[in-house]
């Protein structure tokens, strides 16, 4: 089989976190991402859960317009409280 080059591009502490694994594995970051590439073709799917933070889900960000507006707009009833329990 022939092999290819492939550039990936990520962030430079992403990098450097997963060289830091990969050596703690004894594997290359190529072994990794063959891994990886054999898995998902394999499979037909990413081969790890992939979620979204449900902050950022849209009846959230509609709540958190409205709640902004209210404020805005002065119509929010807002109060001082404690961060910590007592």
Known sequence: MSQV?????MDEEDKK???EVCKELGLSMT????????????????????SIDPFYSESNIRYLHR?????????AKL????????
């Open 5 to 9: 080059l492939v550039n990936i591009r």
């Open 17 to 19: 976190g997963m060289e």
């Open 31 to 50: 072994t990794a991402f063959t891994l990886f590439a054999k898995k998902m073709r394999r499979e037909k799917r990413i081969p790890f859960e992939v």
């Open 67 to 75: 709640i902004t507006d209210e404020i805005d707009s002065g119509k």
């Open 79 to 86: 109060a001082e409280h404690s961060l910590t329990e007592d």
